[in-house]
C-alpha cells in the first residue's frame, strides 16, 4: 500500500482521537458549569449574543392566534418587559429563550408544578437536563422545522463522498494516477462543499441543528422523572447518531479545524443533509414536538430558577368573580419592594402625588396578571385573578417620524383600547390619563373615557391622574385610593403603601423649597393657591 495512503489514514485517525478527547475535555468541563449555575442564580451565559432573535417565534406564529390575546407592543414596552424577560431567561438554548419570550407575549404557558419541583429537589435530573440543554446551546438561531422547504438532492454531488476512497483503491494498483485523481477529487469537494454551502447555510443550519434538538430530546425523554413524549425515535436514527459531530461542526465556535477539514473533503455536511432531510419533512409533526419538548423544558428550568431568585412568590389561583385579590403584592423587577394588599372589585381611580408609587403599583398588578397566567409565578404571598388579557398605556412620548404630538400618541394608545374584538374579561392601565393636554379638557376628556369603561361590560379599569376633581366626578363609578408622602423640613418620605379615599396632599410646590429653587419663586406659587 502507498506511504501517502498510510499517511491518509494516519491522519483522519489523528484527526478523530483529537476530537474525542477534546470532546471529553470540553464535556467535563461542562459538566463544572453546570453544577454551580443552580446555586449561583446565572445562567450559563452572562452575555447577549448580538445575532439573537428572541422575538422570531412569537413574530413568526402569531397570526396563528386570537391577536387580541397577546401582549401587544405598547404593553410590553410600557411594563419594561424586555428587562423582565432577561430577569428570567436562565434558558440554556436559542429554541428555549424563543418561546420564553413568545410565552410572556401570552402565547404558550409554563406551568407544570410537577417539574417545578423537580428541577428544585432532584440535583440528579437537574444537572443531568441542565447538561443536554448546555450542549444544545445558543449558537444558532434556527428555522423551524416547518419553515424548511425540501431542497431537491443531486446525485453527483451525493457520489463525490465515495471518490475519494475509490482513486485510493486505485491507487493501490496504479500509484501514479491513482493519488492524482484521489488529490484532485479532494481539492474538489473543498471547492465543491464551500460553494454549494453557501446556497442553503441557514437550511444547513438548522436541520443540523434540529438534529440535535431531537437527540437532546431522546436523551432528557429518558431519563427518570422527565415528561413522557409521544415520538417514534426509530424516525431519526441517522440524525440522533450525527448530531453530536453535527452540531459541533456547525456552530459559530467551530474549534475543530481537522475535523472540520475532514468534512469538507469529503463532502459530508451536503451527504448527510439530505439522507436526514427526508426523515424530518416525513415525519414534521414529530420534529416540531421534539423542538416544543426542549424548549418547554429548558423555560421550566428557567422559571424555577428566577423563582429562587425571589424575595417571596406564590402560584397564583384563577378564579371566575371579576376580582384581584392580593397580598403583599411587589413589583417583579424591584429588589426588596413595599408590598401592598388589595382586593381589586371595581374600577380604580388612583390619585397622589409626584413619585409616591401610583405608576410603580399599576404595573406591579399588570406584570403580575401577565406572569400568573403564562408562567404560574406571582410576585405575591397571595394572588387570585380572572383571566384575561392585559393592555396598558402608560409611557407615552411625541412621535418625531409620524409627526404625532404626545397628546396624539396619547390618544392613539387610549383609542387602542376601545378597539378590541374580545369577548372576556380585559384589564386596562391608563397612567396620568390626557395629561398632554390643559386641564379643563383633560378633566373633560378623561371622564368621557372612564365612564365609557364603566359601560362597557368584561373590563377592568384602573387609572391613573394628578386632577383631584377627577375622583370626585367619578366616586360612583370608580373606586378611589392614593398614595401620599410626608413632608418634613427639607426632606420627603414616601411609604409606598395604597390608601383607600383620593389623595389629600400635593407635593409639587414643596418641592420647589426642598431643591433649592429660589425662595421668591417657592412664595409666589404657594400664594397662588392658597
Given amino acids: 500500500m502507498p506511504t501517502i495512503l498510510w499517511f491518509f489514514i494516519a491522519f483522519v485517525l489523528a484527526s478523530l482521537i483529537i476530537a474525542l478527547i477534546s470532546n471529553i475535555v470540553l464535556n467535563h468541563r461542562l459538566k463544572n458549569e453546570v453544577k454551580d449555575l443552580w446555586y449561583k442564580q446565572k445562567p450559563l451565559e452572562t452575555f447577549i449574543r448580538p445575532y439573537h432573535r428572541y422575538n422570531y417565534q412569537f413574530e413568526t406564529f402569531k397570526d396563528q392566534y386570537q391577536i387580541d390575546k397577546l401582549v401587544d407592543d405598547k404593553t410590553w414596552s410600557d411594563l419594561n418587559m424586555d428587562q423582565l424577560f432577561q430577569k428570567i431567561n436562565f434558558n440554556f438554548t436559542s429554541i428555549g429563550e424563543m418561546r420564553l419570550y413568545a410565552t410572556l407575549r401570552q402565547m404558550y404557558q409554563v406551568k407544570n408544578e410537577s417539574l417545578f419541583n423537580l428541577f428544585k429537589s432532584n440535583v440528579f435530573f437537574r444537572e443531568q437536563v441542565s ?98 413524549l409521544d415520538v417514534n425515535f426509530r424516525h431519526f436514527i441517522v440524525a440522533r447518531k450525527f448530531s453530536g459531530l453535527l452540531g459541533r461542526a456547525n456552530s459559530n465556535d467551530e474549534t475543530f479545524i481537522l475535523i472540520m477539514l475532514i468534512k469538507l473533503i469529503f463532502m459530508f455536511d451536503y451527504h448527510v443533509f439530505h439522507l436526514i432531510q427526508n426523515s424530518f419533512k416525513k415525519y414534521e409533526s414529530e420534529v416540531m414536538a421534539c423542538y416544543d419538548y426542549i424548549a418547554e423544558i429548558d423555560n421550566h428550568y428557567a422559571v424555577a430558577l428566577w423563582r429562587e431568585t425571589l424575595d417571596d412568590y406564590c402560584l397564583p389561583q384563577a378564579i371566575h368573580n371579576n376580582e384581584i385579590t392580593f397580598e403583599a403584592l411587589t413589583h417583579p423587577l424591584i429588589p426588596l419592594a413595599v408590598p401592598n394588599d388589595l382586593n381589586v372589585n371595581n374600577h380604580i381611580l388612583l390619585t397622589g402625588s409626584n413619585a409616591s408609587g401610583k405608576s410603580t403599583f399599576m404595573k406591579a398588578i399588570a406584570l403580575n396578571l401577565i406572569t400568573a397566567q403564562t408562567i404560574h409565578t406571582a410576585t405575591a404571598s397571595k394572588f387570585n385573578y380572572q383571566p384575561g388579557p392585559v393592555y396598558t398605556s402608560m409611557i407615552n412620548q411625541d412621535d418625531i417620524l409620524s409627526g404625532d404630538s404626545y397628546f396624539m400618541t396619547e390618544i392613539k394608545s387610549i383609542k387602542r383600547l376601545f378597539d378590541l374584538s374580545l369577548n372576556g374579561h380585559i384589564y386596562c392601565f391608563i397612567d396620568e390619563i390626557f395629561k398632554g393636554t390643559n386641564t379643563t379638557e383633560r378633566i373633560a376628556a378623561s371622564e368621557a373615557v372612564l365612564s ?18 377627577l375622583s370626585e366626578i367619578l366616586e360612583k363609578q370608580y373606586s378611589n385610593y392614593h398614595f401620599n408622602e410626608s413632608i418634613s423640613d427639607n426632606t420627603i418620605d414616601f411609604d409606598y403603601k395604597i390608601k383607600a379615599g383620593k389623595a389629600d396632599t400635593r407635593n409639587a410646590i414643596e418641592l420647589l423649597r426642598i431643591t433649592d429653587f429660589p425662595n421668591s419663586i417657592y412664595e409666589r406659587a404657594k400664594s397662588t393657591t392658597q
Fill in 131 to 228: 447538561i443536554h440543554l448546555a450542549k444544545l446551546g445558543k449558537a444558532i438561531y434556527p428555522l423551524f422545522p416547518n419553515q424548511l422547504s425540501y431542497i431537491h438532492r443531486n446525485n453527483f454531488y451525493m457520489a463525490c463522498t465515495y471518490f475519494p476512497f475509490i482513486f485510493l483503491i486505485l491507487s493501490i494498483f496504479n500509484t501514479k494516477y491513482g493519488l492524482l485523481l484521489t488529490i484532485a477529487s479532494l481539492l474538489f469537494n473543498m471547492i465543491l462543499s464551500g460553494t454549494i454551502r453557501k446556497t442553503f447555510d441557514q437550511d444547513l443550519n438548522s436541520i443540523f441543528y434540529t438534529s440535535n434538538v431531537i437527540k437532546r430530546a431522546y436523551d432528557i425523554h429518558n431519563l427518570d422523572g422527565a415528561p413522557q
Fill in 452 to 469: 365609557y369603561f364603566n359601560q362597557q361590560n368584561g373590563y377592568t379599569v384602573i387609572a391613573a391622574t394628578h386632577d383631584i376633581e
